[in-house]
């Protein structure tokens, strides 16, 4: 199988229904309005979505069920060929933004990973993210949660959430900080947001990466400046298209970016919400748009580049991306 990295992949949002199903059942959680009647998620549109996962995310109440869902989703990942992962994994869904109790989850999520690493030879390293609609000044703690535990797995910053709620710049505040601690930055823009809000983010944040980013498209001038700045999308396409951002694989601008000089990556955003995998991803690209082994070896190659990793951490995964001799 291919050997990927994916860079954007939420951890609760990588939740198996099923898993968190039973998580429900333990805890005697009524949580049957967020499945359909096959058993997986349902919701109407993306903020919908947004709500659907905070109910699935409220199950999940403990650091050792952080450790769980760890691990079934890194197994999950090994399965589709995935040999490096970034999480982004929020400090508002563990413990609250206490920092004590932050330590506590990240402590357990950290060895559910070497874990997995062990047995599916998976790597993992987390960006911490503030909920955009949580509002700046949740973001604060949050980015007081990443700045203290910065370090060999804790080495992204990003923002999740609702894209439409309040300016990059309102966020500058908990992105300087964590920009201080040595976290690297990436940030949800032009998923929902349109170009402007691509633009206001690599320049109220200066983020290096872009979550999703593709709404970019709009503006030639911008796309350039992408391009000749180096700044990777993390695009996650299948996630586009099952919400509605654009109306199918053709319409989705990953190929039209890359031929321009863009930097682009393939993610799978919350595979279980959006009907997705790694595999899947890569499928509907070869058949949309004729990607063939050069062309995934250029954005694997791509993602290792852009990856929140140390010097070592790079080329061990570079090595695992050599073809078998
Ligand atoms: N949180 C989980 N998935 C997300 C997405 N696609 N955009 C913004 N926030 C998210
Ligand atoms: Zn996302």
């Known amino acids: 199988m291919t050997p990927k990295i994916e860079l954007h992949l939420h951890l609760e949002g990588a939740a198996p229904p099923d898993f968190i199903r039973a998580m429900a059942k333990e ?25 659907v996962y905070e109910a699935a995310t409220s199950v999940l109440t403990s650091p050792e069920d952080y450790a769980r869902l760890t691990a079934a989703v890194l197994e999950e990942s090994a399965a589709q060929g995935v040999v490096y992962t970034e999480s982004f994994i929020s400090p508002d869904f563990c413990g609250g933004g206490d920092l004590g109790a932050w330590r506590e989850y990240l402590h357990a999520i950290g060895e559910a990973a070497d874990r997995a690493e062990a047995a599916h030879g998976i790597t993992l390293r987390a960006c911490i993210t503030p909920i955009r609609h949580f509002g700046p000044d949740r973001a604060k703690p949050i980015a007081c949660c990443a700045a203290e535990t910065v370090g060999d797995f804790v080495t992204g910053f990003g923002l999740a959430g609702d894209e439409m709620a309040g300016k990059p710049g309102d966020f500058a505040y908990a992105f300087d900080m964590a920009r201080e601690a040595g976290l690297r930055l990436t940030c949800h823009a032009g998923e929902w947001g349109g170009a402007a809000s691509v633009r206001d983010a690599v320049r109220d944040l200066r983020v290096e990466r872009i979550g999703h980013g593709v709404q970019a498209i709009e503006d030639p001038g ?19 298209v099952f919400l509605g951002v654009f109306p199918s694989w053709k319409a989705h601008p990953i190929e039209k970016l890359r031929q321009k000089g863009v930097k682009v990556t393939v993610s799978t955003d919350d595979p279980p919400f959006f009907h997705t995998t790694m595999t899947r991803e890569y499928e509907m690209l070869a058949e949309t748009f004729g990607w063939d082994e050069e062309v995934f070896a250029e954005v694997t190659r791509n993602a290792l580049d852009a990856a929140f990793c140390d010097a070592d951490t790079r080329a061990k995964i570079a090595k695992k991306l050599e073809p078998a001799a």
């Open 27 to 51: 805890k005697s959680v009524d949580l049957s309005r967020i499945f359909d009647a096959d058993g997986g998620y349902a919701y109407r549109d993306f903020n919908h979505f947004l709500s």
């Open 222 to 240: 911008l796309v350039d400046q992408l391009a000749e700045d180096g700044i990777t999308l993390e695009c996650c396409p299948g996630s586009n």
